[in-house]
């Protein structure tokens, strides 16, 4: 997993493939699809190296539902940003099913006090809710970047501060009483 993780960093997604990780570890193309058969198998497992902290994130048990979904939300945000293209990795694992760390279903027993979520439904839905939009802003951060370093411009800031804002948001449709 470094080698691909440092494939990742240096060329970005678009050359994280088998092939390219076979030469960066001196060996048979065939050899590597013994450990990932296609190269989904290989974006779930850097998945879920990306994700991994998030399987030993504790809540704090003296806080409200809302800042533990917080820290989540701080949390997967700094997974997802600790790689090159690691918002578009995650976003690839999940949509095939190949990443086992499954960052809603970690959130979602947060999200259970929340008011306005009436049902296990109610909370898988909501908690996808808030991965998907972190995701979707960290995907728009890295891409902004990296145009940003191709044309030697700078890039936009801000993503902080909109990854807070559009959390609290959603967690405030959470938190209304319907």
Known sequence: MDAALEILDEFGLQDLTIRRLARH???????????????????????D????PLREFGTDPDADWRANARAFAVALHDCLTSHRDGAEVVSAAL????????PADLLAPMLADAPALASADDTGDAAATL???????????QTAGHLAEVSGGDAPGHS???????????????ASES
């Not at 570890?25 to 779930?44: E, N, T």
């Not at 991965?131 to 951060?141: M, R």
Request: charged share 15%; proline share 2%; no cysteine.
């Open 131 to 141: 991965v998907y939009f972190i995701l979707g802003a960290t995907v728009d951060e």
């Open 95 to 102: 949509a095939t099913s190949t990443a086992t760390v499954r």
């Open 25 to 47: 570890l001196d060996a048979a193309a065939g050899a590597m699809y013994w450990h990932f058969p296609s190269k989904q198998a290989l974006l779930g497992a850097v998945a």
């Open 160 to 174: 902080d501060r909109r990854i807070a804002n559009g959390t609290a948001l959603i967690l405030a449709g959470m």
């Open 49 to 52: 190296r990306l994700l991994e």
